[in-house]
């Protein structure tokens, strides 16, 4: 192994090796950790699936870190980033004088990741011409490098991504089908943003937090309007969207107060044949959302009210001028009913506070971030 390879492995991304976390509580993410924590401590091929921006890559590698690989190499590979003619090397290795340009030997990615994990991502638009070569190393460990008749024998768990429909790839022969159910051993579906609406107010907090301190600002409240139109808003680039909104609306920020950015998202491409429904319409089909998520539960840790950021009974006035019933059995008042209603007595919470978040005083509503 060259000094170059040596260097790579022991400056792999450190985040690995400590447990990741990722920001949200609503049922649909759940389901995708329940399902990656069951996965994690198995050495079983992984196939993650979702839109662009969902958080592939941070779902593996969490697997990775709660994995009994946790302190091995986590190699990520972007199949669809490297050029044809140079894959099968980047993979595999080569020899010396393998092909033009081949000065050295060069051990590839599977070599490098032995004992760890391998992240193929967008493993959809990898070559048909490399497919059986990955399909051997998955199934028997082992494979050649270029230019070369000697075996080489790996231990390595493969974690693969891909936003694109494998499946019906595999019907129109653009993906090898036993490729495919060799991938697919244990498929984990990322969901997107918009399904996850009740993530999006601790998702902004999160983001907020961590460009307020990498640009040396700080936010103390997001007004109302605006966090009601980012969590209507369909996130088509889900959360690295998201993420690079945040990030430039702090740096537009002044005097601690998070820009208005409802133009701004109004203008963003949704990708849709209809018209974007009207900002009203948004804030009721946002609720009945968020009330169907927490089976029309209104008030309390897990009530939509908590999730929207607002106080029950602020919900509840909304629902009435909306004209929105809600679908529960009417029914005594249980604890989270009771803690929700001494805690609105004890704080006085402001409307559009974010969760966990106390609210700021005075006139204008707003969410607090002190």
């Known amino acids: ?84 003619d140079l894959l099968e090397s980047e993979l595999f290795g080569h020899e010396r004088g393998a092909f033009t340009g081949a000065n050295v030997q060069r051990s590839g990615r599977f070599e490098i990741a032995h004992g760890g994990t391998l992240f193929l991502d967008e493993i959809g638009d990898l070559p048909l011409a490399s497919q059986p070569k990955l399909l051997r190393v998955l199934q028997e460990g082992e494979f050649e490098r270029l230019g070369s008749s000697r075996t080489q024998h790996v231990d390595v768990r493969l974690i693969a991504a891909t936003h694109r429909d494998l499946k019906a790839m595999a019907r129109n022969n653009e993906f090898r089908s036993d490729l495919y159910y060799r991938l697919s051993v244990f498929p984990v579906i990322m969901p997107p943003l918009r399904e996850r ?79 974007p429904p009207a900002p009203g319409h948004c804030e009721r089909d946002l609720i009945v959302n968020t009330l169907r998520e927490s089976n029309w539960v209104v008030g309390g840790v897990r009530g939509a009210a908590m999730k929207l950021g607002l106080k029950r009974t602020t919900l509840i006035a909304r629902m009435k001028r909306m004209g929105i019933e809600c679908k529960r ?20 919470a402001s409307p559009a506070t974010l969760p966990g978040v106390p609210a700021r005083s005075g006139s204008n509503t707003a969410a607090s971030l002190n």
């Open 329 to 348: 059995q009417r029914q005594e008042p249980g604890p989270d009913l009771w803690m929700d209603a001494a805690a609105g007595a004890s704080t006085g």
């Open 1 to 84: 192994m060259s000094a170059l390879e040596a260097n790579f492995i022991r400056n792999f991304d450190r985040e690995t090796c400590r447990r990741s976390e990722m920001v949200g509580q609503s049922s649909a993410l759940k389901v995708a950790l329940d399902q990656a924590r069951l996965v994690a401590t198995t050495d079983s091929t992984v196939l993650i699936l979702g839109e662009t921006g969902t958080g592939k890559e941070l779902i593996a590698r969490s697997i990775h870190a709660m994995s009994d690989r946790a302190d091995r190499p986590f190699v990520k590979v972007n199949c669809a980033a490297i050029p044809f």
């Open 197 to 275: 609406r009740g993530d999006i107010p601790p998702l902004i907090r999160h983001f907020i937090e961590v460009f307020s301190r990498r640009l040396g600002k700080k936010i103390t409240c997001v007004p109302e309007e605006t966090l009601l139109s980012l969590t209507a808003y369909d996130w088509p680039g889900n959360i690295r969207e998201l993420q690079n909104v945040i990030e430039r609306a702090v740096i537009l920020s002044q005097d601690g107060v998070f820009p208005d950015l409802r133009d701004q998202v109004c203008t963003l491409p949704i990708p849709s044949a209809t018209a």
